[in-house]
């Protein structure tokens, strides 16, 4: 138990849907992450919250979207997607923007038929 | 390049020691550090390396670090069937910048 829960933990979803993820953390931690994980490639960072505001987007496409209501959720919506975008989408949280552990979820599994 | 390079799989006997190695890319890095993700389960620190450290060693874990090659190395001892799992390097520029991950299998 990492204190960072994301669900669901597995997603199907045709092109033409939109579905949402979500993360949830119990550290107090003042900054999230959404990473993309592809087999044989790097962890992708896909958007950074720092203290509910949106400081990176790493020209992550528009079919993305994410939302931090508060300090302790964070959302990733998703509409028309492209099955290149199947992937494990991981969430992370930290204490301060910069330097410091990341803490992960477990993931949410996203299929995209 | 901007990539943190590692090769994708290692295969060892258990009892054998473990090397996962690591380039990274640049030189102004504060820390360096190695992640673990088992499988069904998200990253988790290992452990980290300041960058005027040569080595760092934490139980069966050792970390050696070339800053003059930017060359990254996590040995473990003794590898164990647990210690299965896909380690990511990491270097900090700002944010963290992982590499592909290794996959290491231990066979019994």
């Known amino acids: 138990e990492t204190g960072v829960t994301q669900t669901p933990r597995h997603l199907v979803m045709g092109m033409t849907n939109k579905k949402s993820l979500k993360c949830e953390q119990h550290?107090?931690?003042?900054?999230m992450y959404w990473y993309k994980q592809s087999a044989k490639k790097p962890l992708e960072l896909m958007f950074v919250?720092?203290?509910?505001?949106?400081?990176e987007n790493n020209s992550v496409p528009s079919r993305f979207s994410p939302e931090c209501p508060n300090s302790s959720h964070l959302f990733l919506h998703l509409h028309t997607l492209q099955p290149e975008d199947s992937a494990l989408y991981l969430c992370?949280?930290?204490?301060?923007?910069?330097?410091?552990?990341?803490?992960f979820g477990e993931g949410s599994r996203l299929t995209v038929l | 390049g901007e990539d943190v390079e590692q090769s994708l799989f290692l295969s060892v006997r258990e009892g054998d020691s473990s090397v996962i190695n690591c380039t990274y890319t640049?030189?102004?890095?504060?820390?360096l550090y190695w992640y673990k993700q088992e499988p069904g389960a998200g990253l988790q620190l290992l452990t980290y390396?300041?960058?005027?450290?040569d080595m760092k060693q934490d139980q069966r874990l050792t970390v050696l670090l070339n800053k003059k090659d930017k060359h990254l190395s996590l040995r473990i001892a003794d590898t164990q069937t647990g210690d299965s799992a896909i380690y990511f390097c990491?270097?900090?520029?700002?944010?963290?910048?992982f590499g592909q991950g290794t996959e290491l299998s231990v066979k019994p």
């Open positions: 990491a270097e900090s520029r700002g944010k963290l910048i």
């Open positions: 550290l107090g931690h003042n900054a």
């Open positions: 390396i300041f960058s005027n450290m």
């Open positions: 640049d030189s102004s890095s504060t820390y």
């Open positions: 992370a949280t930290k204490q301060g923007a910069n330097t410091g552990e990341l803490f």
């Open positions: 919250y720092s203290l509910e505001e949106r400081v």
